[in-house]
Every structure is written in structure tokens, then in C-alpha cells.
């Protein structure tokens, strides 16, 4: 994250969920706005798989406003376990004093039951695409929501197709900020 961070110029995040192979594994951000804090949260895991964080970063935008990026990647192998996680991330976010977007790898389709706790308060931005995010099933598995009860717009949504750069294909969300 600290290379794309200097090629492209923007701010930068890390936060590790795990060692692995001598290095850190984990999740990043990178902003345009300058990063003013960060939060990392352990999410649950009873079925004790790979452990799970959620990773929000507070951004300072232009205009004196602040929001919350928060992203995360639930256990792909216990169903339970992504459910729990799922709940813990509504119920850690939907109480923001900061307008939120919340995106990464929820490892389920947007008809799984694991994803209730988010459809029932949170904005789908992919919602009624049809975009496969993750070609090794053909599925979309990679969300951005935002609070139902949010000022945010979203004015496009797009995956686009890059095989060579990573396993899931990259997914653009423009949102504007109302208010």
C-alpha cells in the first residue's frame, strides 16, 4: 500500500489482520483527502478460521466535511462466521456520527442470508447489476453500501474488467455527497 501510495500521491492506510509468509496481511486504503484516524476492529470468529478486521478510516474532505471509508473481508469458508461479521459490521456503523461508506470482499451473493444485516439498513451500490466481481465463480461477492438514512448519491457503479491484477476484478463507485 505504501508503493501505490507513492506513485499515485495519496494518503495511505494499513492495518494487519495477520501474519503470513514473514510479511503482514491485511487490509489498505487509499484516499485523495487526507487521512485524519484510523479504527481497526476484530471481528468475530467462533468457528476460528482466519481471523477478520474491519478497517475505517476517518477522511477529511475539501470542504470541511468529514467521512468514514471503512473496508473489510469476511471468512470465505464459515457461513456463521460471515453472518456474525456481517452484524457486528452493521451494528458498529449504523450509528455513525460521520456518513460512512463501507466496501470489500463480504464473500457472498447478494441473496445469501449471511448479508441480511446489511440489506436491511445499508444501500447495495451494486444492487440489480449483474457485474460478476470474482470470475473464479462468476459471482458478485464484493459490495459498497451506505446507510439508507445516508446523504449519499450514488451516480455510478462499475466493475471493470482487469484479469491480471488481482483475482476479483475492481469496482468503481461515484457518490455524491448531499448536504
Not at 495519496?10 to 503470513?20: C, G, M, N, T
Not at 473496508?71 to 450509528?95: F, K, M
Not at 470482499?105 to 445469501?112: H, I, R
Amino acid at each position: 500500500i505504501r508503493i501505490l501510495s507513492l506513485l499515485s500521491g495519496y494518503f495511505d492506510v494499513f492495518s494487519k489482520s495477520i501474519d503470513l509468509q514473514g510479511g503482514k496481511y491485511g487490509l489498505g486504503i487509499l484516499s485523495a483527502h487526507p487521512i485524519e484516524s484510523v479504527q481497526r476492529l476484530k471481528l468475530p470468529n467462533p468457528d476460528s478460521t482466519e481471523p477478520r478486521i474491519l478497517m475505517c478510516a476517518l477522511v477529511s474532505l475539501s470542504n470541511s466535511k468529514y467521512i468514514r471509508f471503512c473496508n473489510t473481508h469476511l471468512d470465505h469458508r464459515s457461513p456463521l462466521n460471515r453472518g456474525l461479521q456481517a452484524a457486528v459490521i452493521n451494528e458498529n456503523l449504523q450509528n455513525s456520527l460521520y456518513p460512512v461508506i463501507v466496501g470489500g470482499d463480504f464473500n457472498a451473493t447478494a441473496t445469501d442470508h449471511t448479508l441480511e444485516a446489511m440489506a436491511k439498513y445499508w444501500n447495495d451500490a451494486g444492487e440489480n447489476t449483474e457485474g460478476a466481481t470474482y470470475p473464479g465463480n462468476g459471482k458478485r461477492i464484493d459490495y459498497f453500501w451506505t446507510h439508507k438514512e445516508s446523504s449519499f448519491k450514488m451516480l455510478d457503479y462499475r466493475v471493470l474488467y482487469e484479469p491480471d491484477t488481482s483475482d476479483h476484478q475492481p469496482v468503481i463507485v461515484t457518490y455524491s455527497l448531499e448536504k
